[in-house]
């Protein structure tokens, strides 16, 4: 490996590739990870941006080896010293933000002709008794937004079980885990008999869940209580590759997205204004919100927007609905279904007769955190024994 200073920051050459990867100096000494200025437990760094120095320069630099590895040796003019493993410099490279395109493409977008190749279908038993299931789920949730489990049985604690396996779940305005079945007390349309179109849940709040889970626990026999579904993200997909401009319109002109009621004797009243679908700032699509039952006739843009607005939902829901896995789909007793609130658009068909879910929200965060220590465990199990 050979080093050198150039343009503020330090380069590193391997010799066997000829490939250079460049450190910003002032980045390496905010990121020193000695343990004055990083925690030798988490690696949080202690080196406030008020105490940095900022135009520190190297007065010696290397790169050796010893039993941990190979590492890049600076001392600084303050005679600070630093030293930084040549594999923890690696997937610090700055890329242009190449990482976050891997995690887009990671999500793997789907059509009803491929669904039933893509639902991953996962036993209770082993989530709950094997972390390699558990992390397999988790994977799939992240890459298909979707996947199925079997045989939870009938227990009506098991939303939260699964839950805690997880992290622990998110709680909102109806309940820690909520029940979907008809009672006419509730102000939510979803607690009735009736169909349910395709909408993505809580777009009223800010935060709304990441992934739901809904358990079935009755289902009518005869026709009805079918679940329908829609992979959010290839609905923006086509609509960017179509209709370019309305989508722009979906994706910058604000919604008033709103909940006011009662459930279970508790009073709400949500409002959020948000465009149905959120972009990172790469331009990437990041979440939908979609409910017509909770947008609210309350519209606060231009005269102008409202008919640009139009015209670009009215495509946005015919290609959902042209492309939503219907009637095929149905949950049995003892199912949970799991899937990502921030992509797919679900609906259910109407019913007649007794029907019960019980339901419960994850956030994304939580399931996030748990694939990177599941993945860092198991690897760390395969490595021990291998
Ligand atoms: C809901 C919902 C689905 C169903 O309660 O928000 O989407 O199958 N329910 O009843
Ligand atoms: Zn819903």
Redesign the pocket.
């Given at each position: 490996m050979e080093v050198s200073v150039e343009n503020s920051e330090i380069r590193l050459r391997s010799i066997a590739d000829g490939l250079c990867s460049a450190y910003p100096l002032v980045w390496l000494k905010n990121n020193c990870q000695c343990p004055e200025c990083a925690s030798n437990t988490s690696g949080a760094r202690k080196l406030v941006i008020r105490d940095l120095k900022f135009h520190s320069t190297p007065v010696d630099y290397r790169v050796s080896s010893n039993n941990e590895g190979d590492e890049l040796y600076v001392k600084w003019d303050d005679g600070h010293e630093s030293t930084y493993g040549l594999q923890w410099l690696s997937v610090r490279k700055f890329n242009g933000g190449q990482q976050h395109h891997l995690e887009h493409q990671r999500r793997v977008k789907w059509t009803a002709e491929t669904f039933s190749s893509i639902l991953r279908s996962f036993k209770y038993d082993d989530i709950i008794k094997r972390d390699d299931t558990l992390l397999t789920w988790l994977d799939s949730l992240a890459t298909y937004g979707i996947a199925i489990i079997k045989d939870c049985g009938l227990a009506e604690n098991r939303v939260k079980e699964l839950a805690e396996r997880v992290g622990f779940l998110k709680r909102t305005h109806y309940g820690e885990t909520?029940r979907?079945e008809v009672n006419t007390d509730a102000t939510?349309l979803?607690?009735r008999s009736s169909y349910?179109q395709l909408?993505t849940?809580l777009p009223y709040y800010e935060f709304a869940p990441g992934v739901?889970l809904?358990h079935c626990i009755v289902q009518p026999e005869n026709a009805g209580?079918e679940?329908e579904t829609v992979d959010g993200f290839y609905v923006c997909e086509l609509m960017k590759d179509k209709y370019p401009t309305q989508y722009k319109a979906l994706s910058t002109i604000p919604v008033m997205w709103t909940d006011r009621g009662h459930d279970n004797g508790y009073n709400f009243h949500c409002v959020h204004h948000s465009p149905i679908i959120r972009e990172d700032q790469q331009g990437m699509i990041k979440r939908i919100k979609f409910s017509e039952h909770q947008r609210d006739s309350k519209f606060p843009v231009t005269l102008n927007n409202v008919h640009i607005w139009y015209n670009a939902v009215e495509k946005f829901v015919k290609i959902a609905y042209d492309n939503q896995v219907m009637s095929s789909f149905k949950?049995k007793p003892g199912d949970i279904l799991t899937f990502d609130n921030h992509r797919l658009l679900?609906?259910?068909k109407g019913y007649e007769g007794s029907?019960l879910?019980i339901?419960g929200y994850l956030d994304w965060d939580i399931v996030n955190s748990r694939i990177r220590v599941l993945k860092s465990q198991l690897s760390d199990q395969i490595s021990t024994t291998s």
């Open positions: 909520f979907v939510n979803a607690y349910l909408h849940d739901i809904l209580g679940s949950m679900h609906g259910r029907r879910l339901g």
